[in-house]
């Protein structure tokens, strides 16, 4: 069945430092790639998306690209900050339902 | 205004009881979910609802049951809560079933905590 691969945490930075998160996912068909965020204490909320091959999701200085070729979908930042802390999750869309990765702690230190 | 909203927020109960957590979304969707995330935030889906019916029911155990009077809300009923019921439990909407394009809009999350 489709699933998701991120790297294990935490990952734990300096503020202004680069960031990657790896993901990648195994799928029928054409799925479409998430990442979502959840803040400490709260519910998870979309961070990005990118619905077919080649497209770049990005937003608040985050990016990720869905490649085919190598079945990834993972997730960068140039700078991040204290206020970037939290578990991202990568996930999968296919026809009805997300499936989530294991999610990856990010704590950030000023 | 909350887009998604549960109740109660923290839920600290004893083995044998039997809960209940409620979700109302009024962002006009047809599709709610419940999420169970473990300790290790590791989140499964347990039910999606669509208009009202039945879609994905993940291997739950028969002690949980959801329950959609209509769109906008679905509630999820514990019967003789176990210890490994512990975790916190997310309601999510969607526009529609489909997962291909669909952004999911999750709720604050209801700790529960079984003694």
């Known amino acids: 069945g489709d699933s998701v691969t991120q790297m294990e945490g935490p990952v734990t930075l300096s503020e202004e430092a680069c960031l990657t998160i790896?993901?990648?996912?195994?799928?029928?068909?054409?799925?479409?790639l998430f990442w979502y965020v959840q803040y400490p204490g709260e519910g998870l909320q979309l961070l990005l998306k990118?619905?077919?091959?080649?497209d770049k999701g990005s937003n608040k200085g985050f990016e990720a690209t869905y490649r085919k070729e190598t079945t990834s979908f993972h997730l960068e930042k140039g700078s991040v900050q204290v206020s970037d802390s939290a578990v991202y999750f990568c996930a999968l869309g296919n026809t009805d339902k997300l499936i989530f990765g294991t999610g990856t702690r990010l704590q950030v230190f000023p | 205004d909350t887009a998604v909203s549960q109740t109660p927020k923290y839920l600290v109960t004893q083995m044998g009881n039997d809960k209940s957590i409620k979700c109302e979304q009024n962002?006009?969707?047809?599709?709610m979910y419940w999420y169970k995330q473990d300790s290790k935030k590791f989140l499964k889906i347990m039910f999606s609802y669509n208009n009202k019916e039945l879609i994905i029911n993940e291997t739950v155990p028969n002690r949980f049951s959801p329950k959609s009077p209509d769109k906008a809300h679905l509630n999820l009923h514990i019967n003789s809560l176990e210890l490994g019921d512990s975790a916190v439990y997310f309601c999510a909407s969607s526009l529609m079933l489909t997962g291909l394009k669909n952004i999911q809009y999750f709720g604050a999350g209801t700790r529960l905590s079984v003694l």
């Open positions: 962002l006009g969707h047809d599709t």
């Open positions: 990118a619905t077919k091959a080649d």
């Open positions: 790896n993901c990648t996912y195994t799928a029928t068909g054409y799925p479409s």
